[in-house]
């Protein structure tokens, strides 16, 4: 991808979940694009560690990362579908309390904090973006084929939260930009057993390159939206 244009000189990007396929294509990108001043990933083995759901852990890296510089942009590049202790749903049978509180709180109550303990940093002037990695099976509206029942709620959930801080965030910074980004199908280990022959999958570095043009062409009437890998709108 070219490199990054529309944001302010300097300044300091942060990626959550830098440890991730896509967490880590992004910060490599990021930090080859060399438009930043710093650019610093944050997540479980990270100095210091971060609990992303932990106030007073996610307050901490709020704290050092505003320190390194105004912070110009904020991609909270983690999620949660499935690991050997849960699967995605097939049927409401086996719909879990535990297993949907789980999803909820990886998929929509972290990035939460993450709005709550980074928004407030962000410049009043300028553009700023903080930009989470949601799902299009995520949207209401174009739920076709039922099933995955706690990532698609906790996904839709975390869009209802995107949209609602980007108002508040518009009257404090009329120029930043909060969105939810479907970063489409990546070759990951979130994905790998899902892929379906013929769908269209992309390396991480590709689905970066991706996300990152999008971020650079969106302006502060993006704000609250929520985009594909090619920028186009997707449905709530």
């Known amino acids: 991808m070219a490199r990054l244009q529309s944001f302010p000189a300097g300044g300091v990007a942060v990626v959550f979940g830098g440890g991730g396929g896509i967490g880590a ?3 490599a990108a ?3 694009d060399g438009g930043f001043d710093d650019v610093i990933t ?3 083995t990270s100095s210091p560690p971060v609990d992303i759901l932990e106030d007073s852990s996610l307050q901490r890296a709020g704290q050092v990362a505003a320190r390194a510089g105004e912070i110009r942009l904020v991609i909270d590049a983690t999620g949660f579908l499935h690991d050997d202790q849960q699967e995605p749903e097939k049927s409401w049978r086996q719909l879990d309390a535990q297993n949907l509180a789980r999803s909820f709180a990886l998929n929509a109550i972290a990035p939460a904090l993450m709005m709550k303990h980074m928004l407030p940093l962000i410049p009043r002037s300028g553009k700023a973006v903080f930009a989470t990695l949601s799902a299009r099976v995520g949207s209401i509206e174009d739920n076709r084929l039922g099933g995955w029942y706690a990532y698609r709620s906790s996904k839709a959930a975390l869009n209802q939260l ?3 801080a980007s108002i508040e965030l518009r009257r404090r910074c009329p120029e930043a930009i909060c969105v939810a980004l479907h970063p ?3 070759a ?3 994905s790998a057993p899902f892929s379906s022959a013929g769908l269209e999958v992309h390396s991480p570095a590709v689905a970066a390159g991706h996300l990152l043009s999008v ?3 969106l302006g502060p009437e993006g704000n609250g939206g929520f985009f594909d890998w090619r920028g ?3 449905p709530w």
Request: proline share 0%; hydrophobic share 45%.
């Open 188 to 190: 990951t280990g979130l």
């Open 215 to 217: 971020i650079d062409a």
């Open 42 to 44: 944050f997540g479980r």
């Open 162 to 164: 995107v949209r609602t």
């Open 30 to 32: 990021l930090r080859n």
């Open 25 to 27: 294509a992004l910060l």
């Open 232 to 234: 186009e709108t997707v």
């Open 184 to 186: 489409g199908t990546v």
